[in-house]
């Protein structure tokens, strides 16, 4: 008996390589009638996970009511943690370690995939783990590599891939996971990522993501003027994007350029990045000597 054509397919290819505008017209173009029930709740998920990245929060927030089903509720608690306010995110903390030991909801992919990535954000990667290392999902498996990266753990990031890879080695997200796994190897791997990024830049429309891919490769290789034309271009795209402007901060730091603007813009952006974190505790550090010296 033939396969059940997979409806989705197009729309998480977009979703995965963040064309987030693209996910929304598609989500919106699907037949209800063609789909499941299941199928049904995760095309939501996708389309509210879409708008979540385009910093939409507050849409979310409205339109997923308290009778949502629980795999909506957990991506309407992502758009609530990341909203902004501290009191928030504890409430959102709080609701998912209720939700979570529920023998009825508590083993849903879709509520463990926005709970792992709320702990990761949280950086309690050890809760963040509790909840994605059974897998379940390519997503969850992916989660797992980023979570792993995080933890300065190449070689737990490596079994996750190989998972990945057996389970199916074409996959966006397999080829997106090798990718980040090869730019922290880094050496010989660096110039794998780049072919990697480089085909999903012949395949699918030009991203936010595959072309900060591209220029963090290029950044490797020491080609950081090819790095900041990439960069250019995807500010074009998204004048928001806060990896965007992190990597042209670095990059144009390490092209004797003033970068003043861009990490200011990230800061209005995305106030908690890692990069505005790091800078300001080095500013205070450079202040303390300064006082301490004076």
Known sequence: MAASPDHLFGLRNSFYIGAYHAAITSSQSLPAHALSP??????????????IAIGSHQLVIGEIGPSAATPLQAVKLLAVYLSGDAGNRES????????????????????????????????????ALKHTNSGG????LALNVQIYLQMNRADHAEKQLRVMQQLDEDHTLTQLAN???????????????????????EKYPTTCTILNGKALCSMHMGNFED???LLLESLNKDAKDAE????????????????????NQLKLAQPDHALVKRMSSAADSFDRACEAMA
């Open 227 to 229: 790095a900041e034309g």
């Open 179 to 201: 990718a980040w796994v090869d730019l922290v190897m880094g050496g010989s791997k660096i110039q794998e990522a780049h072919l990697i990024f480089q085909d999903l830049s």
């Open 244 to 263: 965007t402007l992190a990597n042209l901060t670095v990059c144009s730091l390490n092209l004797g350029k003033p970068a003043t603007r861009y990490l």
């Open 38 to 51: 299941d199928d049904l709740v995760e095309r939501d998920a996708l389309l509210y996970r879409s708008y």
């Open 137 to 140: 999902s390519m997503e969850l």
């Open 92 to 127: 959102v903390v709080s609701r998912l370690r209720e939700l979570l030991p529920d023998a009825a909801v508590g083993s849903n992919p879709i509520l463990r995939l926005m709970a792992g990535t709320v702990f990761m954000h949280e950086r309690d990667y050890a809760e």
